[in-house]
T-cell receptor, first 113, second 115 residues
């Protein structure tokens, strides 16, 4: 069965410093992985997706993620945090053969001035 | 692109009442999904449609829950005899077609509060 584990429930950074949000996945096949962002009382917005093409995936708003099969990881990074990045971030894996998405428990990113 | 629209945004009701939510997907999107998100958790899959056909239902979807997509456009999710545990954010998403290459686009959700 597929699953994702987000290793940090909260991450705090200062504006202008790098962001690292960690995600490990479990899958018996080559997975499709996603990162979504959710701002308060809003729906989810797709940041980026990995579907077995390039292992380094670039997304919107300067975010990127690297698929590492040997480490079963798909960490999300950004070189320089902005105040508007403060939100909840979800690592997501799709279930093989279906369109179902399995979400991690989320990482709340706080950005301090 | 008008995005996925969900109504109402908030619903407060007494335990035991029935509620119905509506989702309007992005036009020409064939797939429509419902998820439930409780406080502090990630969304959990409930069900999805390919056009008007309901293809899969989660075990989370008890017999008090029913979803329809009668003409393959908008969808409704009804909860009968609501319980305290039904309090959650209900999210709808749509995609152009199936497959992991087609991202799911989410609406802003309907927040249900059971008194």
């Amino acid at each position: 069965a597929q699953s994702v584990t987000q290793l940090d429930s909260h991450v705090s950074v200062s504006e202008g410093t790098p962001v690292l949000l960690r995600c490990n996945y479990s899958s018996s096949y080559s997975p499709s992985l996603f990162w979504y962002v959710q701002h308060p009382n809003k729906g989810l917005q797709l940041l980026l997706k990995y579907t077995s093409a390039a292992t380094l995936v670039k997304g919107i708003n300067g975010f990127e993620a690297e698929f590492k099969k040997s480490e079963t990881s798909f960490h999300l990074t950004k070189p320089s945090a902005h105040m508007s990045d403060a939100a909840e971030y979800f690592c997501v894996v799709s279930v093989e053969g279906t369109d179902k998405l399995i979400f991690g428990t989320g990482t709340r990113l706080q950005v301090f001035p | 692109d008008t995005g996925v629209s969900q109504n109402p945004r908030h619903k407060i009701t007494k335990r035991g009442q029935n509620v119905t939510f509506r989702c309007d997907p992005i036009s020409e999107h064939n797939r429509l999904y419902w998820y439930r998100q409780t406080l502090g958790q990630g969304p959990e899959f409930l069900t999805y449609f390919q056009n008007e056909a309901q293809l899969e239902k989660s075990r989370l979807l008890s017999d008090r829950f029913s979803a329809e997509r009668p003409k393959g456009s908008f969808s409704t999710l009804e909860i009968q005899r609501t319980e305290q545990g039904d309090s959650a954010m209900y999210l709808c998403a749509s995609s152009l077609d199936g497959g992991s290459n087609q991202p799911q686009h989410f609406g802003d959700g309907t927040r249900l509060s059971i008194l």
